[in-house]
């Protein structure tokens, strides 16, 4: 069974930083793709980053420069590096994970995920 648990989530002021982590659980080896996704309240989830089988990543193009992904295969854990955070960065983040992921920043393409962890970032 997968599980995917994520941490790091805080309050922040505006120019912060903060990692994000997504512990993965259930998967026969680390060859699968893997995303976060945020949603603000009102809104859409939205993909924020996203690393395929390959290593490969993604970005949205309001975080590129801002936020790093990364994943440690050996601790089948994925990472969300983000700095010069903004006010709008504000949401709920959410970890992502399925083997066979045609585009990484779509919600739709993940099965398995993660219970959320909430970043604010104030003004």
């Known amino acids: 069974q997968v599980q995917l648990v994520e941490s790091g989530g805080d309050s922040v002021q505006a120019g912060g930083s903060l990692r994000l982590s997504c512990a993965a659980s259930?998967?026969?080896?680390?060859?699968?793709?893997m995303a976060w996704f945020r949603q603000a309240p009102g809104k859409e989830r939205e993909g924020v980053a996203a690393?395929?089988?390959?290593?490969?990543?993604s970005y949205a193009d309001s975080v590129k420069g801002r936020f790093t992904i990364a994943k440690d295969n050996a601790k089948n854990t994925l990472y969300l590096q983000m700095n010069s955070l903004k006010p709008e960065d504000t949401a709920m983040y959410y970890c992502a994970a399925d083997v066979w992921v045609d585009d990484g920043m779509l919600a739709s393409e993940y099965m398995y995920w993660g219970q959320g962890t909430q970043v604010t970032v104030s003004s």
């Open positions: 690393i395929d089988r390959d290593g490969t990543t």
């Open positions: 259930g998967f026969p080896d680390s060859r699968y793709s």
